[in-house]
């Protein structure tokens, strides 16, 4: 009985032309849910992307830290000096002296 009154509900809906009466708020409200889907597929996207960048963020503040440090070390005067004493260069002991000529 129950099927009959399913149909019968169906036939009036269908027969009496409310779903073209309709047409156009469902083509609506189906615009709609296209756009909200393709809204959240570009936020993941985003997301994705955010996260991706800040991982290559992390990365290359590693890399420049580690320069960083580096350079700081070599260029101590006194790694500086331990650097050049195979060439034979290094301060000298007596500080430099000026002489001023009187013409």
Do not use: C
Request: overall charge positive; glycine content about 4%; aromatic content about 10%.
């Amino acid at each position: 009985m129950e099927e009959r009154s399913q149909n019968k509900w169906l036939q009036q809906i269908l027969a009496g032309g409310m779903v073209i009466k309709h047409l156009p708020f469902i083509y609506f409200a189906g615009i709609l849910a296209l756009l909200y889907i393709a809204n959240a597929h570009q936020a993941e996207r985003k997301v994705r992307k955010i996260h991706k960048l800040r991982e290559e963020v992390k990365e290359l503040r590693w890399q420049y830290m580690s320069f960083r440090s580096e350079f700081l070390f070599s260029s101590s005067p006194t790694q500086l000096a331990n650097d050049v004493r195979p060439l034979e260069l290094g301060y000298h002991k007596q500080s430099s002296t000026k002489k001023l000529v009187k013409k």
